[in-house]
């Protein structure tokens, strides 16, 4: 089960772009990517989205930089 996208709850620039997300998705989905510092492949995951888009209000194209462990070695 994943978690349901809430559009109203983005900011008001990503409410006019799909972002990672066409218009038919209606849950978040894990994404995978490569961290800039080490190397390795990490998920961005659902719940991580969530958070970023809806609480923190970041554009919906936002992607972390660095996985967790390169981010807590700074």
């Known amino acids: 089960m994943g978690i349901q996208i809430d559009r109203s709850q983005w900011c008001k620039r990503s ?16 994404i995978r990517y490569q961290c800039r510092k080490c190397t390795r ?5 659902a719940e991580e989205q969530q958070a970023a888009y809806e609480i923190e209000k970041r ?12 981010l807590n070695s700074e």
């Open 15 to 30: 409410q006019r772009t799909t972002g990672h997300y066409d218009e038919q998705a209606v849950e978040y989905e894990g």
């Open 59 to 70: 554009f919906v194209q936002y992607l972390p930089k660095f996985c967790k462990d390169c």
């Open 41 to 45: 492949s990490f998920v961005f995951t």
